[in-house]
């Protein structure tokens, strides 16, 4: 069965410095996600990705936080400058339209 | 605006007991989707349920079944003789059917708790 996957599965970074997180959505799908889950919270929308472009982003995904589908098949979130609230795990997911896979997540830690 | 409401935050069942999950959503879309996701301790989503917003349908999975009531908002899940595999963070989730992408928004889940 066609899968999502995110690497690192984890990542320990040091406040202030950059991170990316990569994602392989599943190849015939169209639109991608970033969600967010702070550990023991809810899971909560960071963005999405469609056509080449944002269609829509949540108040968390500020100025910080960037998207990129690089070479048309990976799909990556940038921290540029992380802060200790970022640590969290982070979900990549993929859906043909409504259907959603979810990619085993990143569990990033800011230290 | 959308949301998604989990009012039981942990319950705890002996093992063969059945456990019901609430699950209830507010949104002003006609159309729209309705998911349950599993979350185990090793942190993964597992996906379980679609149900969109004209299929009032109920429907079991084996142990699994869930009750969607349009008219209460309500889309519970209930597990039937429950296991100790079964333990894990349960989470309902709700997409709004729109052009262009829809994005789920989630509950703050309801960690089960199985007892052996």
């Known amino acids: 069965e066609p899968e999502v996957t995110q690497t690192p599965s984890h990542q320990v970074t040091q406040m202030g410095q950059e991170v990316i997180l990569r994602c392989v959505p599943i190849s015939n799908h169209l639109y991608f996600y970033w969600y967010r889950q702070i550990l023991g919270q809810k899971v909560e929308f960071l963005v999405s990705?469609?056509?080449?472009?944002?269609?829509?982003k949540s108040e968390i995904f500020d100025d910080q936080f960037s998207v990129e589908r690089p070479d048309g098949s990976n799909f990556t979130l940038k921290i540029r400058s992380t802060k200790l609230e970022d640590s969290a795990m982070y979900f990549c997911a993929s859906s043909p339209n409504y259907g959603y896979t979810f990619g085993s997540g990143t569990r990033l830690t800011v230290v | 605006a959308q949301k998604v409401t989990q009012a039981q935050t942990e319950i705890s069942v002996v093992e063969k007991e059945d456990v019901t999950l609430d699950c209830v959503y507010e949104t002003r879309d006609t159309t729209y989707y309705l998911f349950w996701y599993k979350q185990p301790p090793s942190g993964e989503l597992v996906f379980l349920i679609r149900?969109?917003?004209?299929?009032?349908q109920n429907e079991i999975s084996g142990r699994y079944s869930w009750n969607f009531q349009k008219s209460t908002s309500s889309f519970n899940f209930t597990i039937t003789a429950s296991q100790v595999v079964d333990s894990a963070v349960y989470f309902c989730?709700?997409?709004?059917?729109?052009?262009?992408?829809?994005?789920?928004?989630f509950g703050t889940g309801t960690r089960l708790t199985v007892i052996p």
């Open positions: 989730a709700l997409s709004e059917a729109r052009a262009g992408a829809n994005n789920l928004f």
């Open positions: 990705f469609y056509n080449n472009e944002i269609s829509e």
């Open positions: 149900r969109n917003s004209f299929d009032e």
